[in-house]
């Protein structure tokens, strides 16, 4: 076999193309089947679900944010009475005992594991929910 045999011609790249090209065409005709119906103004209509089951679905995924959040700063407080309880130094400002506390909550298995919870729920949620449940919490 010559090195000339095995250099493939422009010929057969487009045809290896081609055929790459349209098994992909086909995955993607059969992926278009399981998405929902879009519009052609870019709108996705949900042809099962109504806007009360939505609604629902929002207002228990608030309620699930609110017990994480809720939990963490029970978490919070206790390690800041423990903090306050064991800690002390005539260098003691606020910003050292919020910085110790904080050091502490990077450490707790609990506290970490909530956070990721409160971040994953809260990119579920859509985003004017998200600004009405950082409203309800802030008061």
Same mark, same amino acid.
């Given at each position: ?9 422009? *010929?057969?790249?487009?045809?290896? +193309? ?11 005709? %059969? ?5 929902? !119906? *879009?519009?052609?103004?870019?709108? %996705?209509? !949900? ?15 608030? +309620? ?5 959040? &809720? ?5 919070? +407080? &206790?390690?800041?009475?423990? %903090?306050?309880?064991?800690? %002390? ?19 707790? +298995? ?30």
């Amino acid at each position: 076999m010559t090195m000339g045999d095995r250099i493939k011609t422009r *010929q057969q790249l487009l045809d290896e +193309q081609e055929q790459a090209d349209a098994a992909h065409a086909r995955a993607t005709a %059969v992926d278009e089947s399981a998405r929902p !119906h *879009q519009a052609h103004d870019g709108t %996705v209509e !949900h042809g099962i679900q109504d806007d009360a089951e939505l609604r629902g679905g929002v207002d228990v995924a608030r +309620q699930e944010l609110a017990a994480l959040r &809720e939990r963490m700063a029970v978490i919070k +407080q &206790e390690a800041a009475t423990e %903090v306050d309880r064991k800690w %002390v130094s005539p260098w003691r400002t606020q910003d050292t005992f919020d910085l110790k506390v904080k050091t502490r909550l990077t450490g707790h +298995q609990e506290y970490r594991s909530l956070q990721n919870r409160v971040r994953d729920a809260t990119a579920r949620l859509p985003a004017e929910s998200d600004a009405a449940t950082e409203a309800g919490t802030a008061t």
